[in-house]
């Protein structure tokens, strides 16, 4: 009976000492693997980190890996500190390799809410609510027709024109500065990227922040109507016809 009890026991800790060994030898084939490998420190994504964030804001994303050298990417990054001021110029994906060629300087990024200002034009940003941008489906790179319409209370002075054709919109944003976002379906997306859907962020409220791009004279203009009367937009791609009755008051409306 005593034979049984130690042989059982035997067998037991015969048994736990194979299972310790068998999980340390998983645990080390890694490093066994690497042993005759030449390898080198470099970041590696552990989360996703969404388009535009700030190197100094990845901390928490990215980890220091050794990895074979046969197997490192060009660009690869091994010190976040040559490259701290840089965002990121695409969502990257959790176990994919910090590159250089992906992080650009915070001021070219510019998104999918946003298209580049021409040379020698500057931008401006009106604050306007859904039934002045078209019902919200205007986006970035639409161009779109510019209405001034300033006068009094009863419409006894002042006007409403046509004033600018197809003035580039260069960013289209809910009210709270956050980009809009696209439709669902892949066809909609495409075609509305950018735009300003129903879909408004829970911070938003009904109006719409439109940045245009414009010359200097023509921004004066448009900040006037802006804050001594209206502002409206059309909704005016390449095909549209140009054309303006000229300046509508009250002793032209019913002509």
Do not use: C, W
């Not at 800790?13 to 080198?40: C, P, W």
């Not at 701290?84 to 990257?92: G, P, R, S």
């Not at 997306?189 to 922040?209: H, I, R």
């Not at 791609?237 to 002793?251: C, F, K, L, Q, Y």
Request: aromatic letters at 4%.
């Amino acid at each position: 009976m005593k034979t049984r009890l130690l042989g059982g026991i035997a067998a037991l800790i015969v048994a736990i000492i194979g299972t310790v060994l068998l999980v340390s030898y998983v645990q080390n084939a890694d490093k066994r693997a690497m042993a005759d490998t030449e390898t080198e420190s470099v970041y590696v994504v552990e989360k996703a980190v969404a388009a535009g964030t700030g190197v100094d804001k990845m901390a928490d994303a990215v980890v220091k890996k050794e990895v074979p050298k046969l197997a490192i990417a060009a660009g690869a990054v091994t010190d976040l500190g040559d490259v701290h001021q840089k965002v990121t110029a695409v969502a990257l994906m959790p176990g994919e390799q910090l590159l250089s060629t992906r992080l650009v300087d915070a001021d070219a990024f510019l998104g999918p809410s946003r298209v580049q200002v021409p040379a020698g034009m500057q931008e401006i940003t009106l604050k306007l609510p859904i039934e002045r941008v078209v019902g919200g489906k205007i986006a970035a790179g639409d161009t779109v027709g510019v209405f001034l319409s300033v006068g009094d209370s009863g419409a006894k002075a002042g006007g409403t024109q046509l004033t600018f054709h197809k003035v580039l919109v260069t960013a289209a944003q809910f009210s709270n500065g956050s980009a809009a976002k696209p439709q669902d379906s892949a066809a909609e997306e495409e075609a509305t990227k950018g735009a300003l859907t129903a879909k408004k962020s829970s911070s938003s409220d009904d109006t719409y922040m439109i940045t245009l791009a414009r010359n200097s004279a023509d921004a004066e203009r448009i900040i006037f109507a802006t804050e001594f009367g209206h502002v409206y937009l059309s909704k005016e791609p390449a095909n549209a016809v140009e054309a303006t009755s000229g300046v509508v008051n009250s002793a032209r409306l019913f002509r």
